[in-house]
T-cell receptor, first 112, second 117 residues
Framework: DQQVKQNSPSLSVQEGRISILNCDYTNSMFDYFLWYKKYPAEGPTFLISISSIKDKNEDGRFTVFLNKSAKHLSLHIVPSQPGDSAVYFCAARANTGNQFYFGTGTSLTVIP | EAGVAQSPRYKIIEKRQSVAFWCNPISGHATLYWYQQILGQGPKLLIQFQNNGVVDDSQLPKDRFSAERLKGVDSTLKIQPAKLEDSAVYLC???????????????FGEGSRLTVL
């Protein structure tokens, strides 16, 4: 069963505009959420995270929003740049043992 | 600081053959993970070690997959015999629980791409 879901396999955005990537989860035991970015032939790299006690975390152009009641989080990238083109994975940690569960990824293309 | 090292980067084998992947985590990281990423899917946890003990191996196909982490540092993931559906990228990751301080971040290696023919 897929506990973390990213329902949009791909997204295209014009350079300078906002990119919004969405993620849904089903397990109420998740207490920590992360976004990873992956370029081809490389391992995923950490981008930004948010604890379940917060509803927003911001780091430069990247902001993650968490809606616990809806079991939904989103990543906003403003402004989007061509170098942001990559696959973005949402991940969630279970508070029972530091296991991390990943979504299927969203491929973002930023068009110059 | 050196990152997570994995080898080999690429491996092509025929079905029913065996293969082994090696991982060296970031120095001091007590937790080590092996993930399987099939094309078009997200990483799926195969096994998680805390030092040299197994925390979670519930999704490891134990009839063909095995993993060990001797001395709580390096780890090896073995597949024997391989099946066509094992074609995937095998990602190793490590993290530092650090007692009360947990960054929540996994550090990934570049992965080992396996093709089973």
């Amino acid at each position: 069963d897929q506990q973390v879901k990213q329902n949009s396999p791909s997204l295209s955005v014009q350079e300078g505009r906002i990119s919004i990537l969405n993620c849904d989860y089903t397990n109420s035991m998740f207490d920590y959420f992360l976004w990873y970015k992956k370029y081809p032939a490389e391992g995923p790299t950490f981008l930004i995270s948010i604890s379940s006690i917060k509803d927003k975390n911001e780091d430069g152009r990247f902001t993650v929003f968490l809606n616990k009641s809806a079991k939904h989080l989103s990543l906003h990238i403003v402004p989007s740049q061509p170098g942001d083109s990559a696959v973005y994975f949402c991940a969630a940690r279970a508070n029972t043992g530091n296991q991390f569960y990943f979504g299927t990824g969203t491929s973002l293309t930023v068009i110059p | 600081e050196a990152g997570v090292a994995q080898s080999p980067r690429y491996k092509i084998i025929e079905k029913r053959q065996s293969v082994a992947f090696w991982c060296n985590p970031i120095s001091g990281h007590a937790t080590l993970y092996w993930y399987q990423q099939i094309l078009g899917q997200g990483p799926k946890l195969l096994i998680q070690f805390q030092n040299n003990g197994v925390v979670d191996d519930s999704q490891l196909p134990k009839d063909r997959f095995s993993a060990e982490r001797l001395k709580g540092v390096d780890s090896t993931l073995k597949i024997q015999p391989a099946k066509l559906e094992d074609s995937a990228v095998y990602l190793c990751a490590s993290s530092y629980p650090g007692g009360l301080v947990f960054t929540g971040e996994l550090f990934f290696g570049e992965g080992s791409r396996l093709t089973v023919l």
